[in-house]
């Protein structure tokens, strides 16, 4: 059965360190790329699919990012609080599922950015998502024409979009974009406290239940002051 989701989480708790100094004063993503900050740059993309309601986590200078926010009329937003603890990606979204519902939702990282191809990724992401036999769908960038990031990939993808880790030592096709659609069911026996999205996909990927789908476009990582002018190099091309 196939159904667009309508929530998601961004993940905006991190403390933003290799974003110094511009992360002195603000969260990270308040940083501007392009003029805007990071945030409204994803907030504005998940609204523009569909998106209706945001969960956002908060650690570091949480309250200037929701005072930022307030202004914000869609999507909908609401805050999980991480100000005591910082919870890693599982165990930050694990606190946030009674926020989140009982439907698969999107996670998008803070720091994702992208310029689209002929279609909406996010939409088609929801288009190919299938809970019978997915138990979560990466959006996934080739390697090759990635921005901002300088790894060896982190999957590889077979002829109907079944993903495997890239093995030591070698060079995989594509690189996770921060951006996924997630059964909740997936937290369920997870440890309390922090843990990383990690210990979910190789449940997974042990299932052959981990799917990708190839971005349409071209990624940019902004992680550094230098992946923002990277970033805005590329916006800036005709």
């Known amino acids: 059965m196939v159904a667009h989701p309508t929530h998601a989480m961004v993940m905006a708790a991190g403390l933003g360190k290799r974003m110094l100094p511009l992360t002195e004063d603000i969260p990270k993503p308040m940083v501007k790329v392009a003029g805007r900050p990071l945030i409204d740059h994803v907030l504005d993309r998940l609204s523009s699919a569909g998106v209706a309601d945001v969960v956002l986590n908060l650690h570091y ?21 991480e100000t005591n603890e910082l919870l890693d990606t599982g165990g ?9 519902g009982d439907a698969p939702f999107f996670t998008h990282n803070s720091d994702s950015l992208w310029i689209e191809g002929m279609s909406d990724n996010l939409r088609r ?17 080739p390697l090759a024409s990635c921005t901002g990031f300088d790894g060896r990939g982190d999957f590889t993808m077979d002829g109907i979009g079944r993903l495997r880790r890239r093995k030591e030592r070698t060079v995989a096709p594509f690189v996770w974009t921060g951006v996924q659609i997630i059964r909740p069911e997936m937290f369920e026996d997870t440890p309390e406290g922090p ?16 799917y990708g789908i190839r971005l349409d476009g071209r990624w940019m990582h902004v992680g550094s002051p230098a992946g923002i002018d990277e970033a805005e190099a590329v916006l800036r091309q005709p």
Do not use: C, Q
Not at 92 to 100: F, I, N, R, T, Y
Not at 195 to 210: C, G, H, P, Q, V
């Open 61 to 81: 200078k949480g309250d200037v990012l929701k005072d930022y926010l307030e202004g914000r009329d869609s999507p909908t937003i609401v805050y999980s609080d």
């Open 92 to 100: 930050g979204v694990k606190k946030a599922l009674p926020l989140l």
């Open 125 to 141: 992401m929801g288009e190919m998502w299938d809970e019978d036999k997915m138990d979560a769908l990466m959006l996934l960038a």
């Open 195 to 210: 843990f990383s999205t990690n210990l979910i996909w190789d449940r997974a990927i042990e299932n052959d239940r981990l």
